[in-house]
Nanobody
Framework: QVQLVESGGGLVQAGGSLRLSCAAS????????MGWFRQAPGKEREFVAA???????SYADSVKGRFTISRDNARNTIYLQMNSLKFEDTAVYSC????????????WGPGTQVTVSS
């Protein structure tokens, strides 16, 4: 079992930055693929970024060049550095974990609200 808790959300002006954190429980954190997802009001949840156990990263086209995902296995924590924020980045951001080789994310955090004012 893995429990995830996000933090770092808030209200920021367009063009600003925020850093989200996701703290995970469990001794096997380093073996999981970790991801960030977001859901805006009235929209489907969408993929934002992911990082493998080895540190390989992937991003949605909409955030490439602006967001950076990273992980600190010693702290059982992943981060999402968000720069040049846009109004359309407003959403609830959730982190998730899946075992290497699995196609679905098995564990999810409750989410943290990010609001970007225009």
């Amino acid at each position: 079992q893995v429990q995830l808790v996000e933090s770092g959300g808030g209200l920021v002006q367009a063009g600003g930055s925020l850093r989200l954190s996701c703290a995970a429980s469990g001794r096997t954190f380093s073996s999981y693929v970790m991801g960030w997802f977001r859901q805006a009001p009235g929209k489907e949840r969408e993929f934002v970024a992911a990082i493998s156990s080895g540190g390989s990263t992937s991003y949605a086209d909409s955030v490439k060049g602006r967001f950076t995902i990273s992980r600190d296995n010693a702290r059982n924590t992943i981060y999402l550095q968000m720069n040049s924020l846009k109004f359309e980045d407003t959403a609830v951001y959730s982190c998730a974990a899946r075992g290497t080789g699995r196609a679905v994310y098995d564990y999810w955090g409750p989410g943290t609200q990010v609001t970007v004012s225009s």
